[in-house]
C-alpha cells in the first residue's frame, strides 16, 4: 500500500511569506504528527492530529499551525516567514502509536 | 515529560562487523515504548526496531537487535554483520502509552567502511 506522501518535496521561500506543506497518511491511519528536523535541534514535535482534531501540541510559536481534512490528510501552516525556520518538514502517520510512527520523505523549506 | 539522549554522535564500524549505538531515555510512565529509527540521505525515517517496556525479551529483527535495560533506562541498538547499506543516521524514540508524541534524541551518524 501507499505510504506517507508529503509534498513539496522542496520549497524555497522569501522571509515574510508563508507556505502550506501537505501530508497524505497511509490509508487507514487517523493519527497524523508533525515534526521540525534541524542539524542544530534535531527532531522537534509540531503538533498532533488525530480525526480532524488537535491532539498534542508542541512548544512552537503561533505562527506554525494545522489542520486535518475528513479523509485524514493534514496541511500545516508556517506565517510570517524568518530564516531559522528553514528545515526539512517531517510528516508522520499511525494506526496505533504503539507500534511505532511511518514517515514521510519530508519538505525541505528554505527561506531566503 | 520524556527524554531522550544519545551520547554518541558518530560512530563508525567495518563492514561485516557489529556496532552498538548507545541511547538512554527518562520517563516517568509505568507503561511506554520504544523505538530505533534509520534515515539514510533520502531523508526518509524507516522503522528498524521496537520494544515494549513491559516485555522483558529484547526484541530482535533480522541483524538487528536491542538491548533493553529497563531498570538503567538504557535502549541500546546492536547491528550485527554491518553493511554498506546500514551507514545512515539512527534516531533512538521514545512514546508514553498515552496520546503523548514520540521524543526523539539527538542521533548517532554510523558510517560503515568497506
Known amino acids: 500500500k501507499a505510504g506517507v506522501t508529503q509534498t513539496p518535496r522542496y520549497l524555497i521561500k522569501t522571509r515574510g511569506q508563508q507556505v502550506t506543506l501537505s501530508c497524505s497518511p497511509i490509508s487507514g491511519h487517523r493519527s497524523v504528527s508533525w515534526y521540525q528536523q534541524t542539524p542544530g535541534q534535531g527532531l522537534q514535535f509540531l503538533f498532533e492530529y488525530f480525526s480532524e482534531t488537535q491532539r498534542n501540541k508542541g512548544n512552537f510559536p503561533g505562527r506554525f499551525s494545522g489542520r486535518q481534512f475528513s479523509n485524514s490528510r493534514s496541511e500545516m501552516n508556517v506565517s510570517t516567514l524568518e530564516l531559522g525556520d528553514s528545515a526539512l518538514y517531517l510528516c508522520?502517520?499511525?494506526?496505533?502509536?504503539?507500534?511505532?510512527?511511518?514517515f514521510g520523505s519530508g519538505t525541505r523549506l528554505t527561506v531566503v | 515529560a520524556q527524554t531522550v539522549t544519545q551520547s554518541q554522535p558518530e560512530m563508525s564500524v567495518q563492514e561485516a562487523e557489529t556496532v552498538t549505538l548507545s541511547c538512554t531515555y527518562d520517563t516517568s510512565e509505568s507503561d511506554y515504548y520504544l523505538f530505533w529509527y534509520k534515515q539514510p540521505p533520502s531523508r526518509q525515517m524507516i522503522l528498524v526496531i521496537r520494544?515494549?517496556?513491559?516485555?522483558?525479551q529484547n526484541a530482535t529483527e533480522n541483524r538487528f537487535s536491542v538491548n533493553f535495560q529497563k531498570a538503567a533506562k538504557s535502549f541500546s541498538l546492536k547491528i550485527s554483520d554491518s553493511q554498506l547499506g546500514d551507514a545512515a543516521m539512527y534516531f533512538c524514540?521514545?512514546?508514553?502509552?498515552?496520546?503523548?508524541?514520540?521524543?526523539f534524541g539527538k542521533g548517532t551518524r554510523l558510517s560503515v567502511i568497506a
Open positions: 524514540a521514545s512514546r508514553g502509552s498515552g496520546n503523548t508524541p514520540l521524543v
Open positions: 520494544q515494549e517496556a513491559y516485555k522483558q
Open positions: 508522520a502517520s499511525s494506526l496505533v502509536g504503539r507500534y511505532g510512527y511511518t
